[in-house]
């Protein structure tokens, strides 16, 4: 199939400037491809920021990033208009999100309005400026493919602003990224003692590998996986059965089963096959859900996290055979 071609070869690719990441990088390219969104979590110097440089500039993409900032404004992110003294008419000047990777640096270091200015261009691919779609009363499309990249640290860091439920329910997926092992940052020393600059992708090997051509067929042939009932019965029993589990306070919504049936179709083609098999969903249930669902107090008292509830609830559903 030519989705696992193309996601072989940029995972080969990005090896030249990551080292020991081939799992987020493989949602991120699940996501890409679902045309879903990814937040990815993790402290600072984690190499976030480098991996979506470096996924950008295999596929072709124009790229931007925004530093979230407490002072940020949502007009700084989407744009304005301007009044143009030499022709007497207001002129718009586009924001940084009129682009095809977006990187949303520390999201959670900007208050809730400015991280809502994010929640139409993530759903509806447009954006609205001063209550209209454009100087001409029509709406203003995002480039395609759109696709956003936030980052954010852990909520107990100093200076950060959670972000609330109706944005987090707009990413496709929630990564967390940890320190890495001992081995993979003796081999990023290395690399950096050989010469290698995060700032100089190109200096660094690596290549565009992928069309904006390719990633249309790619979508194509994802969306002639086969589901079969019994996959589709089980993301149901796993959703629902966030709602009614013991230790959540808030289950995930319909949005999540869709969310989960996207991404377990690419990956099913990422991984060269035809249909869905119950292990892309299990792959896929913790980054799909650890931010849909919301712990009661007692069970983080206790010491449970996200990723353990959704253990629990894997363990009880059923798996089709």
């Known amino acids: 199939m030519q989705t696992a071609q193309l996601a072989s070869a940029l995972l080969n690719e990005a090896r030249k400037t990551l080292v020991g990441q081939e799992e987020p990088l493989t949602l991120l390219l699940t ?3 679902s045309g879903g969104h990814v937040l990815l979590e993790g402290p600072p110097g984690t190499a976030k920021t480098l991996m979506a440089k470096t996924l950008a500039q295999m596929i072709q993409a124009d790229f ?4 979230f900032t407490p002072d940020l404004m949502p007009s700084d992110i989407v744009g304005t208009q301007v009044f143009d003294l030499s022709s007497s008419q207001f002129r718009l000047r586009q924001g940084p999100i009129f682009t095809q990777v977006l990187l949303g640096d520390e999201i959670n270091r900007a208050p809730a309005k400015t991280q809502s200015a994010l929640l139409e261009a993530m759903e509806e691919r447009q954006v609205t400026i001063e209550g ?3 100087i001409e009363g029509q709406r203003l499309p995002l480039p395609e493919p759109f696709f956003v990249i936030a980052t954010q640290n852990p909520i107990e860091y100093e200076g950060t602003y959670p972000l609330p439920e109706a944005q987090l329910d707009r990413f496709l997926f929630k990564v967390v990224i940890d320190y890495a092992p001992r081995e993979v940052e003796t081999e990023v020393l290395r690399r950096y003692h ?3 600059d995060a700032h100089q ?3 660094a090997g690596l290549r565009p590998i992928v069309t904006p051509e390719a990633l249309a067929a790619c979508r194509a042939e994802i969306a002639q996986v086969q589901v079969e009932q019994g996959i589709l019965d089980y993301i149901v029993s796993i959703v629902q059965a966030t709602r009614t589990s013991p230790e959540l306070l808030v289950g995930a919504s319909l949005r999540a089963g869709v969310a989960m049936l996207l991404a377990a179709k690419t990956l099913a083609a990422i991984h060269d ?3 869905v098999t119950p292990d892309e969903v299990k792959m896929l249930a913790r980054p799909v859900l650890r931010h849909r669902i919301v712990l009661r107090p007692e069970a983080e008292i206790e010491g ?3 990723d353990m509830a959704i253990g629990r609830i894997l363990n009880r559903v059923e798996v089709p055979r």
């Open 31 to 33: 996501a890409l491809l």
């Open 64 to 67: 931007r990033r925004i530093q």
């Open 132 to 134: 209209q779609r454009s």
């Open 194 to 196: 050989l010469g290698f």
């Open 201 to 203: 992708l190109a200096a």
């Open 273 to 275: 096959r035809g249909y």
């Open 304 to 306: 449970l996290n996200a």
